[in-house]
């Protein structure tokens, strides 16, 4: 038997609302974890100090000193290049903008710190421990707010020639469809997020459509949400079931692209927006069949995300485990 | 000095009208050639006989004796699977469905055949010897007829998970766009081909449009191409020019998608639709700024292919060198 692997590393996960740290040993197992707020709206200084705040916790619980840790892995949306540490933009953290965040954290910890995109280190976390266990070339996909996405080709995350590859959220399926965030129209993630779905929910109720949706959102259209719709949908409220299907078309016809243009064997999907289930998945994928080639879309198959919110968290601590050369004994969760 | 290497291959490219045929040596240099026809709408048996019959003569020419070939490399549109050789669906080559063809023409040749996308073999063309010369990640497009597409990751053509890979060609960007040959409606090259082009022109002139495309097409509407268009926008025909910047508009489109999806750091552009130029490409690069990520599009440059129409014969048969591992002593054309 060989001698146990006692190598610790911290998974950060910096969202918009909160920041999410764990300790995960090198069999994949969190050890501790921490949840503080995210100060979104303020600059890297606060931002920074949130982040330390809550690695400070969890390293405060039982049994988990500093000293122990090999590195540390920071998840956040957004484009940033994993080869410099620098954060150029993020949809959820408006007051960073170009900045050195792994080197700003790395400099307080005295630890080293990988950043990647959340969704990379999302589908990180489903290769090794969910839903896309054994696969080599694979494309993890989060409905959400946004759409976020990782592609792994060949066993390793492809972040592209500066690391902002793969970001089909703003593939342009409709270049005349509604504005984006980032400049430009028709982007996959204005049509076929939770955001979208929402959206075109309370636009059809402000248009005087009759619905069972408001009484779920407490019968303010402005406060119409994903899953205010879902739950009037399973009792068959028909605008709520007409949103969904229309959510299910654009889901579909962004994942026919990403099959005529990766051919992966394997794409998984998360993201809040999946609760919603089969209702939305099925006829999704109907749709992808329809669009992609035949014989393109006969080699793939869809699988739900495992991992659930947890997945940047811990995938961006096995990214680290993998770049310390410690993934060899990996249990399931 | 190293011994010179006399390792010989050949590449053939399978078109939908010509079979083109061409002996390259180990320092990529085109030794004889062929040109033969492909009876495009017959089966397997009259095509893979065209094929013999290209290699027959390109052998007959003056010290080409076949005892010195090391293997065969072959492109075809269309999807294949490197792996087995096998070809599924050919848009150039109706009466192919399903066939071995790499295995067919090995049976008579008695050498190794490899099948490869044509687009793909181009870009591994572009890559040792053309426009890509040194760039690890990048994306080679072809305007033509339709749009094909070869994608270079870490120095590899990415041919996906049964080698169908790499068709943006076929990815929607206007959900509700023509219909297209392949099911889907709004592909790319549905609305930014030379086809498209073309197709544009007519529509406008059957409106009544008046327009001098007409006297470069023999006054027939039916029988306009893109190069009438080309050449009537030169002497500043309006229509011309509109129906030139409406298909450098869907361009761009489909480039800010790529740049978006691949970060790739170069994306290199043939066809015969860039002999339009910079009044095409320009205005494609502006709208695909409008639409990528800044820092995305900033990481990328743009070129124009540089082996013309025999980059999918000399990319076949540099793509089988470079299996043999005989790749050390390229020479620029």
Redesign the interface.
């Known amino acids: 038997m060989s001698e146990r692997d006692d190598t610790r590393v911290i998974g950060i996960d910096l969202g918009g609302t909160s920041v999410r740290t764990a300790v995960v040993n090198a069999q994949g197992r969190m050890l501790a974890r921490d949840q503080g707020i995210t100060p979104a709206r303020e600059g890297s200084d606060a931002i920074v100090k949130s982040v330390l705040g809550s690695v400070g916790r969890v390293l405060e619980k039982p049994h988990m000193a500093a000293s122990d840790l090999g590195a540390v892995g920071l998840a956040c949306a957004g484009?940033s290049n994993p080869e410099t540490g620098i954060l150029?933009?993020s949809p959820n953290l408006p007051g960073l903008k170009d900045v050195p965040l792994a080197g700003l954290i790395e400099n307080e910890l005295g630890k080293k710190v990988f950043l990647m995109n959340d969704a990379n280190a999302a589908a990180v976390g489903e290769m090794h421990l969910g839903a896309a266990r054994g696969a080599?070339?694979f494309v993890y996909i989060t409905l959400s707010t946004g759409i976020g996405a990782g592609v792994v080709?060949d066993g390793k995350i492809?972040?592209?020639?500066?690391?902002?590859?793969?970001?089909?959220g703003?593939?342009?399926?409709?270049?005349?469809g509604p504005v984006c965030y980032?400049?430009?129209?028709g982007c996959w993630e204005t049509l076929a997020s939770g955001t979208a779905l929402a959206k075109y929910a309370r636009q059809r109720i402000e248009e005087g459509r009759k619905t069972s949706i408001l009484d779920y959102a407490g019968g303010d259209a402005e406060k119409v949400r994903a899953e205010d719709v879902h739950q009037a949908a399973q009792t068959g409220d028909t605008l709520a079931k007409e949103v969904i299907a229309r959510t299910a078309y654009?889901v579909g016809?962004g994942l026919?692209?990403l099959i005529?243009?990766?051919?992966?064997?394997l794409i998984v999907i998360g993201g809040g927006l999946t609760n919603i289930g089969d209702m939305l998945l099925e006829p999704a994928y109907e749709e992808a069949k329809?669009?992609?080639?035949p014989?393109?879309y006969q080699?793939?198959r869809f699988a739900r995300a495992e991992l659930g919110d947890d997945s940047g968290l811990l995938g961006a601590a096995l990214f680290v485990l993998g770049e310390m050369g410690r993934l060899g004994g990996l249990l399931r969760p």
Do not use: K, W
């Open positions: 484009l150029y933009t080599r070339n080709i492809y972040t592209g020639s500066t690391g902002f590859a793969s970001e089909p703003h593939m342009v399926i409709d270049d005349e980032c400049g430009s129209r654009y016809v026919a692209n005529n243009i990766f051919n992966p064997e329809r669009r992609a080639f014989q393109t080699a793939v």
